[in-house]
C-alpha cells in the first residue's frame, strides 16, 4: 500500500512527534520537567483533562448499552457499536494518561494488593480496571465477527446480561465516584463548585455528556467514513439530550439556591467569569437550540448544540480540577507545553484508533444476531477502505 | 495514649535547631541557605516562619483521623497507635491524592526525581516507638517544642495560657481543628498569619468523614442498584419474548 501524505496525516505525525518528546521528558526528567505541577498544584492539567474529561467524554458507551439493551430502544441499535468502541478506547488511553500523571507508574497494580477500603481513589481505581474489561468483552465480538468465529460469540452473548448490568453498574460507580474525589477538599475547592452533591452531578454530567458525545460521534463518523447519517437516532438523542440538560440544570440551580449562591454567581469575579463560559456553553446554548424542534430535526443544528454541550461540560470539570484552586493556593495553573502535547497525543490516538478499528472491523455494519442484510455490508464496503486517511 | 508535641511560639527563639535536628534525622541535607528557605519541601520537613520579630513553626499536625491516610489508594500513609502518621514508600503509586486533600497542606513531592517520594514529618516514629522524644523536641533550647502525652500536652497548654493570659491568643490550635492534631499549637499572635488555615475554614469535623459519608453507603447501593438493573433489563426483555410468543401464536392461529 502506497502511503499518502495528506493534511489530517501530517497534522497526526506532527502531534505524535511532539507527544513523543513530551513522553521522553517525562520519564527521564520526571514530572517537574515535563509539568507545572508543585506541591502548591499536585493536580494539574493532567487530573482534569485526561482523568476528570476522559472518563466523562467515554461515558457514551453505558449510556448507549442501557438505552438498547436495558431499556430496550431498539432504534438507537445502529450507534451501540461504535459507543462502546469509543468507550473502550477511552479507558483505555485514560489509563495510559494515569501512567503520565502517577509519580510511580510502575506501581500502579499495589492497588490490587494494598486496598484501603476508605478510599474514594481505591474504589475509582478498581471501578474502572474492571469496567475496561467489561468493554472489552463488550467490544470481542466485533473482532470474532471479523474472524468469523461463530462460538465465541454465542459465548460472549449468553453473558451479555451479566456484561450490560456490570458495566452499567460499574459506571455509575465511578463516574459518580470522580466526583467523590473532591468532597474532602471543602476548605480548597472554591464554593461554585465545592459541593456536598459533587457525586450527584458527575453521574448526571456523565450521562448528558454520553449523549452529546454520541451525536457528536455519529455525525463525526459519518462525514469521515461517508455513512449515511440516521436522523430517527439523531432525533431520539436530541430529544434525550435536552431532558438530560434540563436535569443537570435544575440540579445546579436547586444546589446554589440551597448554599445561598444565586446571587453570588451573577457577581463579576474571577470564577465568576468561568462559572458563566460553563453555564452558556453547558445550558444556555443547547437547552435554547434544543428547544426548537427545527433544531432538534437538523443533523448540522443538533451537531452544533451537542458540542456546545460536550464543551461546557469539559469546562466544568476543568473548573472543578484546576480554576477552583487558583485562588485557595494564591496563584495561577497555567500547564506547560509538554502537558498539553501528551494530552494532544492521547486524542490523536484515540482518533486513529477509532479509524483502524473501523475500517479492520464490522463497527457500523449491523450485528450478526441481527441477521444483517449482505448487501448493505459490501456498499458499505468501499467508504470504509478510506477510513484510515 | 498518643503522644504528641506541643508548640509554644512565645518561647521559640528563632534559632532554627530544630530544622537542623530535623534534617539530620531524617538524612536530609542542611545548610545557610536551606535554613533561609521560607517554605517546606520535599528536603525541609520542618521550618520555623518569622513575621514582626515572632516565629511560628511549621510541620505536618499528625492529625488524630489524618485525611492523606484516608484518601490513599494503597494505604501508605497511616496513623500510628503511638500518634506519629508515617508513611510506607513502597507502597505508594504517586497519585498525590494526600497532597491535595491534606488541609493543612503539608505533604511535599519530589518533583524532580524519577522515583518520586512524598515528603513530610512522620514524627521520628523509631525515636518515637524507643521511648525518645523527637528530634526537634530534644534539641530545641528553650523548650518551645515539647514532645509528650497529648493530654497532658493540652492541660499544660490550658495552664500556661490561663497563667499568662496576656501573652498568649485564648486558643490551642490543633485541639479540635478537623477533630483534633497531634501538634499542638499556643501563641501571642494568630497562626493564621503564617499560614495556617483558619479554624472556622477547615472545621472540627474529622476530615474522612467527607468522603465517608458516600463510601459507606456503597456496600448497600451496589446490590440495591444490581437488582434496580437486572430487573429493568428483565421486564424489558420479557415484553419482547411475550410479544414474541402472541405472534407465534397469532400466526399458529391462522395456519
Redesign the interface.
Known amino acids: 500500500m502506497k502511503f499518502k501524505l495528506t493534511f489530517w496525516k501530517a497534522v497526526f505525525l506532527v502531534i505524535m512527534g511532539l507527544g513523543l518528546y513530551s513522553s521522553y521528558v517525562r520519564f527521564f526528567h520526571g514530572l517537574g520537567a515535563a509539568t507545572n505541577m508543585s506541591d502548591q498544584f499536585p493536580w494539574g492539567f493532567w487530573i482534569g483533562f485526561d482523568c476528570l474529561c476522559g472518563v466523562m467524554l467515554a461515558a457514551g458507551g453505558f449510556c448507549m448499552v442501557g438505552a438498547v439493551y436495558l431499556f430496550n430502544v431498539e432504534r438507537l441499535h445502529p450507534v451501540v457499536k461504535p459507543a462502546v468502541l469509543t468507550a473502550f478506547l477511552g479507558y483505555l488511553l485514560f489509563i495510559c494518561g494515569l501512567l503520565f500523571d502517577l509519580g510511580r507508574p510502575w506501581f500502579i497494580w499495589h492497588q490490587l494488593i494494598y486496598r484501603n477500603l476508605h478510599s474514594v481513589m481505591f474504589e475509582v481505581g478498581m471501578c474502572v480496571m474492571t469496567y475496561t474489561t467489561v468493554l472489552f468483552f463488550e467490544f470481542l465480538p466485533n473482532v470474532f465477527e471479523r474472524l468469523n468465529w461463530k462460538t465465541p460469540i454465542t459465548w460472549i452473548h449468553r453473558i451479555y446480561p451479566i456484561l450490560i448490568v456490570a458495566g452499567i453498574l460499574l459506571s455509575t460507580l465511578h463516574q459518580s465516584s470522580l466526583g467523590s474525589l473532591y468532597l474532602i477538599m471543602p476548605s480548597k475547592l472554591h464554593p461554585f463548585w465545592y459541593t456536598p452533591a459533587l457525586p450527584f452531578f458527575f453521574f448526571a454530567s456523565a450521562v448528558a455528556v454520553g449523549l452529546a458525545m454520541t451525536i457528536f460521534e455519529s455525525t463525526q463518523s459519518a462525514k469521515a467514513f461517508g455513512r449515511q447519517l440516521e436522523l430517527p437516532v439523531l432525533v431520539t438523542l436530541g430529544g434525550a439530550l435536552l431532558v438530560a440538560l434540563w436535569v443537570n440544570l435544575l440540579l445546579r440551580i436547586e444546589d446554589y439556591y440551597h448554599r445561598d449562591l444565586l446571587r453570588e454567581i451573577f457577581k463579576p469575579s474571577y470564577e465568576a467569569y468561568f462559572l458563566w463560559i460553563e453555564l452558556i456553553l453547558t445550558y444556555v446554548i443547547p437547552i435554547t437550540m434544543l428547544s426548537f424542534k427545527k433544531v432538534r430535526l437538523s443533523p448540522q443544528l443538533l451537531y452544533f448544540a451537542s458540542v456546545s454541550a460536550v464543551l461546557g461540560f469539559i469546562t466544568n470539570r476543568l473548573n472543578i480540577a484546576v480554576i477552583g484552586f487558583e485562588t485557595y493556593v494564591g496563584h495561577h495553573f497555567v500547564p506547560r507545553w509538554t502537558e498539553y502535547s501528551i494530552t494532544l497525543m492521547m486524542i490523536a490516538m484515540g482518533f486513529f484508533l477509532f479509524g483502524l478499528a473501523v475500517k479492520y472491523l464490522p463497527i457500523f455494519a449491523a450485528e450478526t444476531e441481527h441477521h444483517a442484510e449482505e448487501p448493505r455490508v459490501i456498499q458499505a464496503a468501499p467508504a470504509l477502505s478510506h477510513a484510515g486517511d | 495514649m498518643s503522644k504528641a508535641l506541643l508548640y509554644d511560639a512565645t518561647l521559640c527563639i528563632g534559632c532554627k535547631q530544630c530544622e537542623g535536628a530535623c534534617a539530620q534525622q531524617n538524612h536530609l541535607p542542611y545548610d545557610d541557605a536551606i535554613a533561609a528557605e521560607p517554605v517546606?519541601?520535599?528536603h525541609k520537613y520542618t521550618v520555623v516562619l518569622t513575621k514582626n520579630d515572632k516565629y511560628m513553626r511549621r510541620l505536618c499536625m499528625h492529625c488524630q483521623e489524618p485525611?492523606c491516610a484516608?484518601?490513599?489508594?494503597?494505604?501508605?500513609l497511616h496513623k500510628t497507635e503511638a500518634g506519629p502518621v508515617v508513611y510506607d514508600v513502597w507502597?505508594?503509586?504517586?497519585?498525590?491524592?494526600c497532597?491535595?486533600?491534606c488541609?493543612f497542606?503539608q505533604p511535599?513531592?519530589e518533583?524532580?526525581?524519577?522515583?518520586?517520594r512524598v515528603r513530610k514529618c512522620i514524627m521520628c516514629p523509631d525515636r518515637v516507638a524507643a521511648g525518645k522524644q523527637t528530634a526537634c523536641a530534644e534539641i530545641c533550647p528553650t523548650g518551645a517544642t515539647k514532645f509528650g502525652e497529648r493530654d497532658e500536652l493540652i492541660a499544660e497548654a490550658k495552664q500556661r495560657i490561663e497563667q499568662n493570659p496576656a501573652n498568649y491568643k485564648n486558643r490551642i490550635y490543633g485541639l479540635n481543628e478537623v477533630g483534633g492534631t497531634s501538634v499542638l499549637l499556643i501563641a501571642g499572635t494568630d497562626v493564621e498569619d503564617y499560614g495556617y488555615?483558619a479554624s472556622p475554614?477547615?472545621?472540627e469535623k474529622p476530615?474522612?468523614e467527607?468522603?465517608?459519608?458516600?463510601?459507606e453507603r456503597?456496600p448497600d447501593?451496589?446490590p440495591l442498584?444490581?437488582l434496580v438493573?437486572?430487573g429493568?433489563?428483565w421486564i424489558?426483555?420479557r415484553?419482547?419474548e411475550v410479544a414474541a410468543a402472541e405472534e407465534a401464536e397469532k400466526n399458529g392461529g391462522k395456519r
Do not use: E
Request: aromatic share 12%.
Open positions: 517546606q519541601s520535599a485525611a484516608s484518601v490513599c489508594p494503597v494505604g501508605a507502597k505508594c503509586i504517586g497519585c498525590r491524592y497532597m491535595v486533600a488541609p497542606n511535599k513531592y518533583w524532580q526525581s524519577l522515583n518520586p488555615p475554614k477547615i472545621g476530615m474522612p467527607y468522603t465517608g459519608r458516600v463510601m456503597i447501593f451496589v442498584w444490581t438493573l437486572g429493568i433489563y424489558s426483555h415484553r419482547d
